[in-house]
């Protein structure tokens, strides 16, 4: 089993900057894939990034490109999201996830891969982040 942790979210000024990190635990020896997804009150959750190292590919939502990156850390089982330029729209329940032997988003729209809550079985209790305008 594997169990993820997120760090603190918070409260930010719009066009700050924050950046959120995540854990893994348990048995992360194949872990593959890593995801930052966010649900705001009323939405579906949504999939913000993720990122595959072994394909060395990293995709984003239109809605955070170039504001938001993920990266990796394999040695210490961890991703993390730097978020910049930050928007009231912004606000929302963010949550990482990760899992085994996956290369790639398997979800396309419109020919271009999407990150998605079915790539991934493990999950964090997720961090709040609330944006002030």
């Known amino acids: 089993e594997v169990q993820l942790v997120e760090s603190w979210g918070g409260s930010v000024e719009s066009g700050g900057s924050l950046r959120l990190s995540c854990v893994a635990s348990?048995?992360?020896?194949?872990?593959?894939?890593w995801g930052w997804f966010r649900q705001a009150p009323g939405k579906e959750r949504e999939g913000v990034a993720g990122?595959?190292?072994?394909?060395?590919?990293?995709y984003y939502a239109d809605s955070v490109k170039g504001r938001f990156t993920i990266s990796h850390d394999s040695a210490k089982n961890m991703v993390y999201l730097q978020m910049n330029s930050l928007k009231p729209e912004d606000t929302a329940m963010y949550y990482c996830?990760?899992?085994?032997?996956?290369?790639?988003?398997?979800?396309?729209?419109?020919?271009?891969?999407?990150?998605?809550?079915?790539?991934?079985?493990?999950w964090g209790q997720g961090t709040h982040v609330n944006l002030s305008s």
């Open positions: 996830a990760t899992d085994l032997l996956c290369n790639a988003p398997r979800k396309i729209i419109n020919g271009a891969p999407v990150v998605d809550v079915g790539d991934f079985r493990y």
């Open positions: 348990g048995y992360t020896s194949n872990l593959d894939c």
């Open positions: 990122i595959y190292p072994r394909a060395g590919a990293v």
